[in-house]
């Protein structure tokens, strides 16, 4: 699955800076889980409030993901874009664990 981040860079420029889910390190992955409240998920305004509460701690998460995007970048996405990124990888957690436990049995 890939992913998009969209932000204005520093002349003004939309700029779309792009990842795919199936080069996702499993750490991001396993700490971007730890920080969200995964009962929540499906609610976007909940889902939304948690981003915000857990920026400081996304934020190098998503500059992980997104190889070359900025702080001053990421200030100017959208809210709404960041809660589809996450959303996007939490299911792809979730669809990965789930094939993984069907291999074990």
């Known amino acids: 699955m890939e992913l998009k981040l969209k932000v204005i860079d520093s002349n003004g420029n939309a700029k779309i ?3 795919d889910t ?6 991001v992955v ?9 009962d929540n998920m499906d609610n976007k305004a909940s889902l939304a409030a948690m ?16 190889d070359g995007v900025t702080d ?11 809660v589809e990124i996450f959303k996007g990888l939490y299911n792809y957690a979730i669809s990965e664990l789930s094939a993984l436990s069907k291999q074990g049995n």
């Open 22 to 27: 199936i080069d996702c390190q499993f750490g």
């Open 17 to 19: 800076y792009r990842a």
């Open 30 to 38: 396993e700490d971007i889980l730890n920080v969200l409240d995964v």
């Open 51 to 66: 981003i915000i509460r857990s920026s400081k701690q996304l934020k190098p998460f998503l500059k992980d993901l997104f």
């Open 72 to 82: 001053e970048e990421l200030r100017t996405a959208k809210m709404s874009n960041i």
